[in-house]
């Protein structure tokens, strides 16, 4: 039962706050500026980083790829911060204030389509990397040439995942441990690997090195890594939502977040992006060995297949909760083992091609720009334009027909309408999968337009359609 | 599932609206006064977003 499971994986204050769809109340927003910083800094010095920072070299040298990479990142984290103070100020999980936008049965396909696909897009590339990890010390050890796309690199991709499955199912105390030691020993791995990149290698070596495959117009390239900067901002939409409803103050979640989120992120891509053009690889795990010798190599590429199931057990716990308590009964009954093998068994289609993915890890990060920046758009011109900061919050939790954000039937058509616009927007900008991309892309990058015009469609629609007609409790 | 998982799991759902409403009528009393419904001032808006802007900037005019 989730309940037990909840209550051994964290204690009951964080346990409500982080995994249910309770309110926090005062006595329990226990994190500060500083221990939301740190908090935040344990977020962003995870595998995911290295990825990010190493997929720049595609496009960008190591100027223009830190540049584009701070521009990105501004917008996505910005947007971000903005977005979840509502979280903060009323101790709401995330998806229980989109209720308010989408209303209560509109914010099901947010959390059973968009979180989850993205999520279980994370775990496989998490898998991937993980296997990835233990080839090359296999390779090392045993003097083998396994490819990327090989056989083993997804048999250990699967181990990662049914030892994340038996961590969730059988074993959250431990994970609870071992979180705390992830972070700084990932920290570790960064300051070594700076201290390993200079030392054979000066600033002007780095900024000598060309991009592997840029399409060639300065601009263009630099906006595609201003591109998935954004995503890997926005990607921490939900996560951020529910982890700032634990600040004891708005201020301290907004500026927390910056510091984590923004700056130590920078730092984490920027090393990314450093090994990436040294090595002209932009997989993480290729350059350990080579960068820090077998030895401290292997041991490194050991902690990030560890990190890497720490966050797809953390990930598989959080959407597998969130999606029993959403009252979809035969979900509801599903038995706990099964549900989490079903999230990381879809997690499992992507090692059939490794590469395909992974190889390409860019691309799904502007799919997660395509999914989240309409609705991060939609959100706030709800929460700042159109309620003034101000919710009902009983009405978020009345399920009752007629309820202010029951809307129609328990869907707001308008926020899917402008959906719907949003994402129409980005995919005429930018295609995520051929890359294609339409002229105005160069100077407007896709998720701001996606944003924006997400925001100015439902503020239209709610202005003459949705309160003329007395639908969502606006004027209550 | 068995009726019995079934029955449990809507025991499960009554329990945790019954501590919704407890929480929600803790944190709606007026005398509940929780430094975090304190909204970003003027200031705070404008440090931040001139944050980001400058940070921007300065990244282009270097790197760009």
């Known amino acids: ?476 | 599932m068995s009726a019995d998982t079934a029955a449990a799991r809507d025991r499960y759902h009554e329990e945790v609206a019954a501590r919704i409403r407890v929480r929600l009528d803790e944190v709606m009393r007026e005398d509940d006064v929780d430094p975090a419904r304190r909204g970003l001032t003027a200031w705070d808006w404008l440090a931040i977003i001139g944050f980001f802007v400058l940070c921007s900037v300065v990244a282009v005019a270097w790197g760009y």
Not at chain 1, 360 to 369: C, D, H, T
Not at chain 1, 422 to 428: E, H, M, P, Q, R
Not at chain 1, 438 to 461: H, N, Q, R, W
């Open chain 1, 1 to 476: 039962m989730a309940a037990e499971e909840l209550e051994e994986f964290a204690p009951p204050s964080e346990r409500d706050a982080l995994f249910g769809t309770l309110p926090v109340t005062r006595r329990e927003r226990v994190w500060g500026f500083l221990d939301m910083t740190w908090v935040m800094t344990g977020l962003a010095i995870a595998t995911w980083a290295f990825l990010i920072g190493g997929d720049v070299v595609y496009f960008l040298g190591l100027k223009a790829g830190i540049a584009a990479m701070v521009v990105g990142n501004a917008i996505g984290v910005g947007v971000v911060v903005f977005s979840v103070l509502g979280n903060t100020k009323y101790g709401l999980e995330h998806f229980t204030l989109v209720r308010a936008a989408f209303g209560r049965h509109g914010v099901k396909p947010l959390i059973f389509i968009v979180n989850f696909l993205v999520c279980v897009g994370w775990s496989g590339i998490l898998a991937i990397m993980f296997g990835r990890s233990a080839v090359n010390i296999v390779n090392e050890l045993a003097g083998t040439k396994y490819g990327g796309d090989s056989a083993l690199v997804a048999a250990f991709g699967v181990v990662s995942l049914v030892v994340s499955w038996v961590v969730v199912t059988r074993g959250p105390v431990a994970l609870k441990w071992f979180n705390r030691v992830a972070a700084p020993g990932l920290t570790a791995v960064v300051i070594v690997m700076y201290v390993y990149l200079f030392k054979d290698n000066s600033w002007s070596d780095f900024t000598a090195i060309e991009p592997l495959e840029p399409f060639g117009d300065p601009l263009l390239d630099f906006m595609m890594v201003v591109e998935f900067s954004i995503a890997g901002g926005v990607s921490w939409w939900p996560a951020q939502g529910n982890l700032s409803r634990l600040a004891t103050t708005q201020r301290g979640a907004a500026w927390a977040t910056i510091a984590g989120l923004f700056v130590v992120t920078l730092v984490a891509q920027t090393v990314g992006l450093m090994a990436a053009l040294r090595y002209g690889d932009a997989d993480p795990t290729s350059w350990m060995i080579p960068l820090t010798g077998a030895g401290v190599g292997i041991l490194i590429l050991v902690w990030i297949g560890l990190a890497n199931i720490t966050t797809m057990s953390v990930q598989a716990y959080q959407v597998c909760v969130a999606m029993r308590q959403e009252s979809i009964r035969w979900l509801s009954t599903m038995s706990w083992d099964l549900l989490v093998g079903i999230f990381l068994g879809l997690s499992a289609l992507l090692l059939i091609k490794p590469s395909a993915v992974y190889d390409n890890f860019f691309q799904f990060l502007y799919w997660i720009g395509v999914s989240y920046t309409p609705v991060i758009g939609i959100m706030l011109a709800d929460y700042f334009l159109l309620r003034r900061q101000a919710v009902d919050r009983v009405a978020l939790f009345d399920d009752r027909p007629g309820s202010p954000y029951d809307f129609w039937r328990g869907w707001n058509l308008a926020a899917y309408i402008a959906l719907g616009a949003g994402v129409g927007t980005y995919l005429a900008l930018l295609n995520p999968v051929s890359l294609w991309y339409s002229a105005p892309f160069k100077y407007l990058t896709a998720s701001v337009p996606s944003l924006v015009v997400g925001m100015v469609v439902y503020l239209l629609l709610t202005k003459v359609w949705v309160q003329p007609a007395g639908k969502g409790g606006y004027g209550s």
